[in-house]
C-alpha cells in the first residue's frame, strides 16, 4: 500500500485572473503530466476545459488532477475564482488537507480572495501563499504581504524575495537557505541557476532570515532557548518548526514569481511537499448523527485497516456518463465493492473507478485513504453523502450551501424541448447544489435561481451548448419575503356541521414579529387541557404551511412568532385536521392585522475603481439606494464597500465598466433582507398581482 505521509492533497484558490489556472498548469509541466503547457488566454488549458471556461477565460469548475513531485504524490485541485462560483470553492476545501493562496502582485489582497481565505479559515486548511505576476506593471511583492497581514489578518511567513521587478524580475531569493535562483530568458521552467544573493540585497535577505528564524523556532521550546543563548537551529530543525506552525495556522509561508513566465513555481512545489500537512497530520473528519446532523464525538481516522469512510465532494456529467468526485478519510474501496450511502441508505456497487487528470483518466482497481478519486455511473449519490461500510454505517460532517439570490423564469424555444430541458435541468442541479429550479404553480413557467447575473448566464449557455436545449429568457426576479410589524392577539374557531361526524376546533393566539432571521417559531402555553396536547402539533403545522405565501404579494413570510395561549374543542368533532385547519384560517384572518411589510435582499457590495472616478461610483451606488460603509485606497484604485438591495444591482458590471472605462470590478454576496421603502414595495405588490390577474 502507498505510503500516507507522501500524499498531499491540496486546493489552488485565489480571487478572478490572480493566475491560479496557468500556476496549476505550471505545476502539471514540472511534474511531467503534460508537455506542452496551454495557456488560459488561448483557451488551450488543460483543467479548463468547458467551452464556456475556454470562451471567457475563467474557471467555472473545480477540475482535479494528479501528479507526482519528488517522490509525493500531490492530488491537485484548481478551484473558480469568480463569487458566483464560491460553491465550487468551499467544497474542494472541504476535502482539501491544504492550498496554495495564489495573489496577484500588482492586485494585491481583492475581494474575493478574502471571502476564499475566510472559507479555507473556517475549514482550517493550512495554506501556503504565492504571490504572483511580479513581472506585471505595478507589481510589489512587499505591499502585498503588508495587505495579506492587514486585510486578511494573517500572518506571512516570508520565504522568499524576488530580484528585480515588473520588466527585470528574473529570479528570487529563498531566505531559509540564502541561494538565489535566477531564470534565463528562454522561459523555460528548468533553466535556472542558484547562485549567490545579489550583493544590493545582502542586507535584507539577512533581515528576513532572522525574522524567519524566530518565527520558525517559537514552535518549539527546546530550539527557542537554544537560539537565545547563540545557537543556530539547523536547516532541517527550522523547516520541522515551519511545518508545525503551517500545519496549526500560526502562519503562511509566503513565496513568490511569475507562473506565466515559470520563475519560481518549483520553490512552491517544495514547499507543498515540505510543509503542507499529509492526510494523516490533519484533524480528522468528525462523524454526525443522521438525525440531527451534531457531532457525535467520534472521527473518521485516516486510515486504510479502518472501515470505509468517504465524503462525495461533486458530481459531473461528461461525455464519458456521471462522474461522482470522492474523498477517502479510512479504509479502502475496490473495483466491485458494495457501499452504503448513509444518507439513502441505499448500497451501491463501485463499478469503474478512475484518477482524474483534468480531463484524461487512468482506470484504478482500488484506492485508500487519502485518496481523491472519481467514480463513473452512480445512481444516488449527491453532493455532502457519505459512503461507507455496510457493516459500520456512519455520516460524515454535512456540506452547507447558500440559498440562491436571483431566479430568471425559462421555457425552451420549441413546444419538444420540454422534455430534453427538465432532462438537462437535473443533471445540472445535481452538479451545483447552489443551483435550483422550481416550477410556478400558477404559470407553469420553470423557475431558475442562482447565486448571481453571470451563474444565471452560464447555466443558459451550458443548456444550449451542451444539451442543445435553447431558452426564451425572462427578466430576472428577486427573491423578496414578507414579515409582520405588529403584535395581535385573536381567536378563530373552525366549525363544519353536515351529518355524521362534524369538524370543531377553537384556537386563541397571538402572533407577533420575532427577531431576525429567525424563521417561524410556535410555542404553546395552553394550560387545563383547553386544547388538549396532541392537537398542538397540527396547529403549528396549520401555520407553518401558511408561512410559505405571504398575503401581500405571495412571497414566502419570515421571523413570525406564535403563541397559541388558550382555546376549546369538542369531545366528538375535534380533531387533527380541524385544528390544522383552524390555524390555517387564523393565519389568513390576523396577518393582515399585523401589519404586513414586504422584505427585499441586501447585498454586501465591493467595488474596485481607479481613483478619478470615485465621485462617480459613490454617486451611482446612493441613486441605487446603497449606504457607502467603508472606503480604503490602495496603490492601483480605491476600494468601496458598501450594502445594496439586489434589485437596484442587475446589469451594474456594464454600468460600472462605463463609468471607469472599463477598469472597475465589482463583487457581491446576500447580506440580509431588510424593509423595502413604501414605494418600491407598492410597484412589487402591483407587478405580482398583474401576474396574476394575467394568468
Known amino acids: 500500500m502507498a505510503d500516507l505521509s507522501k500524499y498531499r492533497n491540496i486546493g489552488i484558490f485565489a480571487h478572478v485572473d490572480a493566475g491560479k489556472t496557468t500556476t496549476t498548469e505550471r505545476i502539471l509541466k514540472l511534474t511531467g503530466k503534460i508537455h506542452k503547457t496551454g495557456e ?65 502582485g500588482s492586485g494585491g489582497v481583492e475581494p474575493q480572495s478574502e471571502t476564499n481565505w475566510r472559507y479555507a479559515n473556517e475549514s482550517e486548511v493550512a495554506r501556503v501563499i504565492f504571490v504572483n505576476k511580479l513581472d506585471r506593471m505595478g507589481a510589489d511583492f512587499y505591499r502585498v504581504v ?37 531564470w534565463d530568458d528562454t522561459g523555460l ?33 527546546d530550539l527557542m532557548e537554544a537560539y537565545m543563548e547563540g545557537e543556530m537551529p539547523s536547516i532541517e530543525q527550522i ?23 515559470n520563475k519560481g513555481v518549483q520553490l512552491v512545489l517544495d ?53 461522482t468526485f470522492i474523498r477517502i478519510y479510512s479504509g479502502r474501496m ?73 431566479s430568471i423564469a425559462v421555457a425552451p424555444k420549441d413546444k419538444g424541448g420540454n422534455e430534453k430541458m427538465g432532462i438537462a435541468i437535473g443533471k445540472m442541479v445535481a452538479e451545483d447544489p447552489s443551483f435550483q429550479v422550481e416550477t410556478d404553480e400558477d404559470s407553469g413557467e420553470t423557475i431558475l435561481k442562482g447565486m448571481g447575473e453571470l451563474h444565471l448566464d452560464i447555466k443558459v449557455d451550458i443548456l444550449k451548448r451542451t444539451y442543445g436545449v435553447d431558452l426564451i429568457v425572462g427578466q430576472p426576479q428577486v427573491a423578496y419575503r414578507e414579515t409582520i ?28 414579529p ?62 387533527a385536521i380541524a385544528f390544522e385547519i383552524a390555524a390555517k384560517g387564523a393565519f389568513r384572518q390576523s396577518i393582515p392585522k399585523a401589519g404586513p411589510q414586504l422584505l427585499e435582499p441586501i447585498m454586501k457590495v465591493d467595488v474596485f475603481t481607479p481613483e478619478d472616478n470615485v465621485g462617480d461610483v459613490i454617486g451611482d451606488l446612493n441613486r441605487r439606494r446603497g449606504m457607502i460603509k467603508d472606503q480604503e485606497a490602495g496603490a492601483m484604485g480605491v476600494r468601496i464597500k458598501g450594502e445594496v438591495p439586489l434589485s437596484e444591482m442587475f446589469g451594474y458590471i456594464g454600468h460600472l465598466r462605463t463609468i471607469t472605462s472599463g477598469r472597475g470590478q465589482f463583487s457581491m454576496e446576500f447580506s440580509h433582507y431588510a424593509p423595502c421603502p413604501n414605494n418600491v414595495a407598492e410597484e412589487v405588490i402591483a407587478a405580482e398581482k398583474a401576474k396574476k390577474d394575467a394568468k
Open 334 to 406: 475496490k473495483k466491485g465493492d458494495t457501499v452504503l450511502n448513509s444518507a439513502t441508505g441505499k448500497t451501491e456497487r463501485i463499478g469503474r473507478m478512475v484518477e482524474m487528470q483534468a480531463d484524461e483518466r487512468t482506470e484504478l482497481t482500488e484506492a485508500q485513504a487519502g485518496d481523491i478519486i472519481a467514480v463513473v455511473g452512480m445512481k444516488n449519490v449527491q453532493t455532502g453523502h457519505t459512503l461507507c461500510d455496510p457493516k459500520h454505517e456512519c455520516t460524515l460532517e454535512a456540506m452547507i450551501f447558500p440559498d440562491p439570490v436571483i
Open 271 to 323: 514547499a507543498v511537499v515540505d510543509y503542507l500537512p499529509a492526510p494523516t497530520e490533519v484533524d480528522p473528519q468528525p462523524l454526525t448523527d443522521p438525525e440531527t446532523g451534531e457531532p457525535t464525538g467520534e472521527v473518521a481516522t485516516v486510515s486504510a485497516d479502518e472501515p470505509l469512510k468517504a465524503l462525495a465532494f461533486k458530481i459531473m456529467d461528461d461525455r464519458f456518463g456521471a462522474l
Open 189 to 221: 521552467p528548468e533553466n535556472y541557476e542558484v547562485q549567490d544573493v545579489p550583493a544590493d540585497m545582502v542586507d535584507k535577505v539577512e533581515e528576513y532570515h532572522e525574522m524567519l528564524v524566530e518565527s520558525a523556532v517559537e514552535q518549539d521550546d
Open 146 to 182: 503588508d495587505q495579506v497581514r492587514n486585510v486578511l489578518g494573517a500572518n506571512p511567513l516570508v520565504m522568499t524575495l524576488p530580484i528585480g521587478i515588473e520588466d527585470e524580475f528574473c529570479g528570487v531569493v529563498d531566505v531559509l537557505e540564502k541561494k538565489a535562483y535566477v
Open 40 to 104: 488560459v488566454h488561448d483557451g488551450e488549458s488543460t483543467t479548463d476545459f468547458m467551452e464556456q471556461e475556454a470562451e471567457r477565460g475563467i474557471t467555472i469548475q473545480s477540475a482535479a488532477v494528479t501528479c507526482e513531485w519528488k517522490g509525493h504524490r500531490l492530488n491537485v485541485i484548481d478551484t473558480p475564482g469568480h463569487v458566483d462560483f464560491t460553491v465550487e470553492v468551499y467544497r474542494s476545501l472541504k476535502v482539501l488537507d491544504g492550498g496554495i493562496g495564489v495573489f496577484c
Open 485 to 512: 410589524t405588529q403584535q395581535v392577539e385573536d381567536s378563530y374557531t373552525h366549525k363544519k356541521q353536515s351529518g355524521g361526524s362534524g369538524q370543531f376546533g377553537k384556537i386563541d393566539y397571538r402572533i407577533k
Open 239 to 261: 523547516k520541522a518548526c515551519i511545518r508545525k506552525g503551517t500545519r496549526d495556522l500560526s502562519f503562511f509561508p509566503t513565496f513568490c514569481g511569475s507562473a506565466f513566465k
Open 514 to 575: 420575532g427577531e431576525p432571521n429567525s424563521g417561524f417559531t410556535f410555542t404553546s402555553s395552553v394550560v387545563g387541557g383547553n386544547v388538549p396536547k396532541e392537537f398542538w402539533p397540527a396547529v403549528e403545522k396549520g401555520f407553518a404551511s401558511m408561512m410559505e405565501q405571504g398575503v401581500l404579494a405571495g412571497f414566502p413570510v419570515l421571523d413570525v412568532e406564535v403563541e397559541l395561549f388558550d382555546g376549546g374543542f369538542h369531545a366528538v368533532d375535534s380533531s
